[in-house]
């Protein structure tokens, strides 16, 4: 299948690769030449612009940080929504409902379908093949491609409506940021009260407060002070407001997702939006005068 890439960053870089590796014959597109040249080399196309990608295959898939980034490739002068033969725009990266629901709007208006296809896992998962990958849009589209996004990992189609796995995605990542804020003080009320880390892990992973980030991110990132998943404050702290606004727009209860979001709010001040998302446990740290892990 010939299909565009645009976004090779952490997440479309591995994603990408792994569509060459299975036989799909690739387009791409990325600002930073240093992102395509790997790709190139494996037998990738380089396009100029995301226009450019449009016009040389039908389907266009894209894997980008922020909701106003991925509307100017989608729908900007040099978009893709200019493009001569695309048939369908594969969005795989997190904007929220309502953005995803304006892009698709925007794009009908030239005969091309929106499939919002935000995919779950990090690095690792895209890596290796193993993302949960949310799909939503017009069936038969989905039909066109859902082979091709079987080679990122676990394909669900959640419904026919723009934006809807876009939900999906919003609830299950901030169910993950829920996990790292709980876990975190919850280790660090371990520690002060003298309790090893290490085994304080290993009892959560065997009991009823086992979960993604007790199993994942503090046996490989905390602990050792590595601090090294692999994705940044700043796309959680963003996924947790976008599921704020989505909540509070659908005029359900905030609470727990109001205290979530004013935590990472604090690490992306104090410790810095740039860092690993994993430094979480660092401004619980220092208010309560202990360190958990290696130091």
Same mark, same amino acid.
């Given at each position: 299948?010939?299909?565009?890439?645009?976004?090779?960053? =952490?997440?479309g870089h591995p994603m990408a690769r792994r569509l060459?590796?299975?036989?799909?014959?690739?387009?791409?597109?990325?600002?930073?030449?240093?992102?395509?040249?790997?790709?190139?080399?494996?037998?990738?196309?380089?396009?100029?612009?995301?226009?450019?990608? !449009?016009?040389?295959?039908?389907?266009?898939? %894209?894997?980008?940080?922020?909701?106003?980034?991925? !509307?100017?490739?989608?729908?900007?002068?040099?978009?893709?929504? /200019?493009?001569?033969?695309?048939?369908?725009?594969?969005?795989?990266?997190?904007?929220?409902?309502?953005?995803?629901?304006?892009?698709?709007? +925007?794009?009908?208006?030239?005969? @091309?379908?929106?499939?919002?296809?935000?995919?779950?896992?990090?690095?690792?998962?895209?890596?290796?093949?193993?993302?949960?990958?949310?799909?939503?849009?017009? +069936?038969?589209? @989905?039909?066109?491609?859902?082979?091709?996004?079987?080679?990122?990992?676990?394909?669900?189609?959640?419904? $026919? +409506?723009?934006?809807?796995?876009?939900?999906?995605?919003?609830? $299950? $990542?901030?169910?993950?940021?829920? !996990?790292?804020?709980?876990?975190?003080? %919850?280790?660090?009320?371990?520690?002060?009260?003298?309790?090893?880390?290490?085994?304080?892990?290993?009892?959560?992973?065997?009991?009823?407060?086992? /979960?993604? !980030?007790?199993?994942?991110?503090?046996? $490989?990132?905390?602990?050792?002070?590595?601090?090294?998943?692999?994705?940044?404050? #700043?796309?959680?702290?963003?996924?947790?407001?976008?599921?704020?606004?989505?909540? =509070? #727009?659908?005029?359900?209860?905030?609470?727990?997702?109001?205290?979530?979001?004013?935590?990472?709010?604090?690490?992306a001040s104090e410790i810095g939006a740039d860092k690993?998302?994993?430094?979480?446990? +660092?401004?619980?740290?220092?208010r309560a005068g202990v360190i958990v892990g290696k130091?």
């Amino acid at each position: 299948m010939q299909i565009g890439f645009i976004g090779l960053g =952490k997440m479309g870089h591995p994603m990408a690769r792994r569509l060459i590796e299975a036989g799909h014959t690739l387009v791409v597109f990325d600002t930073r030449g240093d992102a395509t040249a790997p790709l190139v080399a494996l037998g990738a196309q380089l396009a100029s612009s995301p226009r450019d990608v !449009a016009d040389r295959v039908e389907t266009v898939m %894209a894997s980008l940080p922020e909701p106003h980034i991925v !509307a100017s490739v989608a729908t900007g002068d040099s978009g893709v929504i /200019n493009g001569k033969r695309i048939k369908r725009f594969v969005d795989l990266s997190t904007t929220g409902s309502r953005a995803a629901a304006d892009i698709a709007a +925007q794009l009908a208006k030239k005969d @091309i379908a929106q499939i919002d296809s935000p995919v779950s896992g990090g690095v690792a998962g895209a890596v290796k093949g193993t993302l949960a990958v949310m799909v939503s849009g017009p +069936q038969a589209d @989905i039909d066109v491609v859902k082979d091709a996004l079987g080679v990122f990992g676990t394909v669900f189609v959640i419904g $026919n +409506q723009p934006g809807m796995a876009q939900t999906m995605k919003l609830a $299950n $990542n901030f169910l993950s940021a829920t !996990a790292m804020a709980a876990t975190s003080e %919850a280790v660090v009320m371990g520690v002060k009260a003298g309790l090893d880390p290490a085994i304080m892990i290993d009892v959560i992973n065997a009991g009823s407060g086992r /979960n993604t !980030a007790s199993t994942g991110k503090f046996p $490989n990132a905390i602990l050792p002070r590595t601090f090294d998943a692999g994705f940044a404050t #700043a796309l959680m702290l963003k996924d947790v407001r976008l599921c704020l606004a989505e909540a =509070k #727009a659908a005029g359900v209860p905030t609470d727990m997702m109001g205290m979530v979001a004013s935590l990472w709010e604090r690490v992306a001040s104090e410790i810095g939006a740039d860092k690993d998302f994993t430094t979480i446990i +660092q401004p619980v740290e220092r208010r309560a005068g202990v360190i958990v892990g290696k130091v």
